[in-house]
């Protein structure tokens, strides 16, 4: 991760199949730019949205969500921290396989 003047900045590659927890980013939020491949991003309560290269995802703060590949792609996106103080993030439950498979 590349700190640049206090804006954390991460190139974030999930391999097919593969997604981070459910989980929060307290205060600040985040914003991630897709780069290449497809994916998916999820907010509780709500639909995945599918993800491709050239869509850009706005994570307001603690919003509970999740992202990562499709089963059959590769996903790319730059994190962008939005700074804030005293931010953190906060790790969750995993997706369950049960819910992932549900995807289209």
């Known amino acids: 991760m590349l700190n640049t003047k206090g804006v954390p900045v991460a190139n974030v590659t999930f391999q097919p199949g593969c997604r981070n927890n459910w989980h929060i980013h307290h205060k600040g939020g ?3 730019l897709c780069t290449d491949g ?16 050239g869509d850009v995802v706005y994570i307001a703060p603690e919003v509970k969500h999740w992202h990562g590949a499709k ?28 819910q992932y498979d549900k995807l289209i």
């Open 71 to 98: 089963k059959d792609s590769c996903f790319t996106h730059i994190a962008i921290e939005i700074p804030a103080e005293n931010s953190s993030n906060e790790w969750l439950e995993e997706v369950s396989d049960e």
């Open 30 to 32: 985040q914003i991630f």
């Open 38 to 53: 497809e994916g998916w991003y999820q907010e509780e309560g709500k639909e995945a949205r599918s993800l491709k290269k």
